[in-house]
């Protein structure tokens, strides 16, 4: 090992003793503060139980805010000698130069928008062709999507697209039989089938989009240290016009760059994957992550649901280095719209990381990749924790004001008081919110000290009113994705199985009836603590108000922070305004224009309800979709399934038909060719809804 090759061993070495030391000494501080309260008389066991759940807590938060105060560090100074950006692994001796190569941008949906998909990769296209470099990437989308009207709108979009990019042909669509593994067995199948033509794949997600000159620099990245496997470059949320998501954006413009940082800071080149917004290298991507079925049922057997974490461990155990480009700039993603559609979204990730609990124990993991799986299920713990922790609070405060203090006893002649739940409830207070809000105030720091970054969002006085505002939010939201969190943990335990549903992805707004069917628990459980803990223990009382007001004005928050009017009002005063609202990044700019318009096209064959019936009796249409069908011949029972449900259809109209049996019926090309003839030939037209009659153009 050359000595800078060890000199680099031991800054990575030193930066982790650094990093674990300082969250240590933090939590055993924090703890110590809480158990001087319990000293007299004894720690007794409901006191040892709250300071066990305090110390795991502490150590959560306390690694959050070290990891962001290391970030503002390193962000003030401009200072991070072992970042991938300025890495270089290259042998100059050993490495010759590069072949000519491509790179795959892949992205996989699952019953996304079509429209807003390949306006989306239309952007990004274009971006990079602006660059130049475009000769070195192809697209492939690796469609999963069952209902089949979204599947025959996305095989249009995609031929419309296909057609005016030309030859050679840049742009590739599949949809699968079946999608079994769902995303990671999209993506791997993408790599049985398609990934030897490729030296890299950037993965991007539905709602994905990224810069061009980001594309080109990630490959660059990559070929600069052949030892790296993977590069995530860290997503912005934009696009959203909700008071609520306006103010997810602002946090993750102005706080997030700090968090991630502070990540790289320690975790370097064990890193992780976030799923999308990153380039891979294939061969090794495809060698070493192929997922096992766990054992056991869902949820915590069968498939890996969030299977970046893990395929991020797989590449490190096999050698491979993981990187955070916390550095570069033009990734972006689409968030939830309201509160209840981010709780849904969590409710998908929650199985999916507390599966994660079979795999720390994993044979060959990396220390750090066995913390990340740790971390992952702790992001979903700490909510039911904190509400235990809370509860056993109220209970212990409950039973000590039942004791009858005592004065005067023994030889004493001054009056000895008694101890008060107050101490705890101040330590617990505190502490946990200096680490919570410290790093909000070094985030205003940080945009003090760089002059350039506060006209980006919107000032510095503007910036603190944001987030004074967004802290009041968080206050108020906390509780109730407490309680959220807390009974889809409880239902993953009861074995209930959350599926893998599509997303809600738009702009639309909380109606009454949905947030007081959401959010009407929410609100009986702070009126019924509220009215025993004022009763009883006035003192909790007090201190629990931050808590019960959440959950109080749940249904009003939760209906007001879902408007896009008064999203739109704060973005005109320059609330919550971020770099990418106040300079919009050109490929933010061309997606907008491709969706206005798309939005603008009278394309019908583009558009519209029963377009799977387009496939059926449309000859374009037909033509098209029986060409990307797999060549497989139907089994005699599935013939007699399909020949029912062409009867079906005749006799008794498309609308008696379900999604699964309208993509059964187009899913077979001897079957789909049964029935275009049939239908086509004039035999007894079916009745159905769809577009006008199109003209004969063969077929």
Known sequence: MSSDALTGVRGHQLRRILFFSLVLLTTLGALSLLSVAFQDGGTQPLELVMLILYAILTLWISASFWTATIGFAILLTGRDRYAIATADTRDPAKDAPSAPFKTALVMPVYNE??????????????????????????????????????????????????????????LFYRNRVENTSRKSGNIADFCRNWGGRYRYMIVLDADSIMSGETLV?????????????????????????????????????????????????????????????????????AQHCGLPKLPGREPFGGEILS?????????????????LAYD????????????????????????????????????????????????????????????????????AAYLQSLVEPVYFFGNNFLPVWPE????????????????LFLPKLLALVLLAAKRKLRPQFGGLVR??????????????????????????????????????????????????????????????????????????????????????AGLALAIPVSMLTSRVWLGQLARRAGIFLTPEETTQPRVLQLLEQNLAAAESSACDSATGDDLWYQA??????????????????????RRHYLEGLIFQLQDDGAHTLKAAEKRALVSHRDGLYELHTLLWAGARAPRVGRPAAVPNEGG
């Not at 609520?244 to 968090?259: E, K, N, W």
């Not at 990396?366 to 609070?393: C, E």
């Not at 009407?520 to 931050?546: E, N, Q």
Request: glycine content about 6%.
């Open 113 to 170: 928008d079509p429209v807003r998909v390949f306006a989306g990769l239309r952007a990004v296209w274009q971006s990079l062709a602006e660059t130049g470099q475009q000769e070195g990437f192809e697209v492939f989308v690796v469609s999963d999507t069952r209902d089949p009207d979204i599947w025959v709108q996305e095989e249009l979009l995609w031929r419309q697209w296909a057609m005016e990019l030309g030859t050679p042909a840049r």
């Open 217 to 285: 620099e990630m490959v660059a990245r990559m070929e600069r240290n052949p030892g790296v496997a993977l590069i995530q470059v860290p997503p912005v949320p934009v696009n959203r016009a909700s008071f609520f998501a306006r103010m997810i954006q602002f946090a993750g413009s102005l706080y997030g760059r700090m968090f991630t940082a502070g990540l790289s800071y320690w975790q370097l080149g064990t890193s992780n994957f976030w799923g999308h917004n990153a380039i891979i290298r294939v061969k090794p991507f």
């Open 307 to 323: 299977h970046d974490f893990v395929e991020a461990a797989l590449l490190r155990r096999a050698g491979w280095g993981v990187w």
């Open 328 to 395: 570069l700039g033009g990734s972006f993603e689409e968030i939830p719209p309201t509160l209840i559609d981010y709780a849904k979204r969590d409710r998908r990730w929650c199985q999916g990381n507390l599966q994660h609990s079979r795999l720390v124990l994993a044979r060959g993991f990396k220390p750090l990749n066995r913390l990340h799986l740790v971390m992952g299920v702790m992001s979903y713990m700490a909510s039911p924790l904190w509400l235990i922790f809370l509860v056993i609070t109220g209970i």
């Open 420 to 435: 008060t739940f107050t101490v705890e409830m101040t330590t617990v207070l505190w502490v946990t919110l200096a680490m």
């Open 463 to 548: 910036a603190t009113f944001s987030v004074l505002l967004e802290s009041l939010f968080s206050v108020l939201l906390a509780p109730v994705l407490m309680l959220f969190q807390s009974k889809f943990v409880a239902a993953i335990l009861l074995r209930q199985n959350v599926g893998w549903p599509a997303q809600q992805r738009g702009d639309h707004q909380t109606g009454f009836a949905e947030a007081f069917g959401t959010h009407l628990s929410h609100t009986l459980i702070a009126a019924v603590v509220g009215f025993l803990s004022y009763r009883y223990v006035p003192a909790f009382f007090w201190w629990f108000t931050p808590v019960l």
């Open 616 to 637: 059926v009796v449309n000859p374009c249409a037909y033509s098209l979709h029986a060409s990307l069908l797999p060549d497989e011949t139907p089994n005699r029972r």
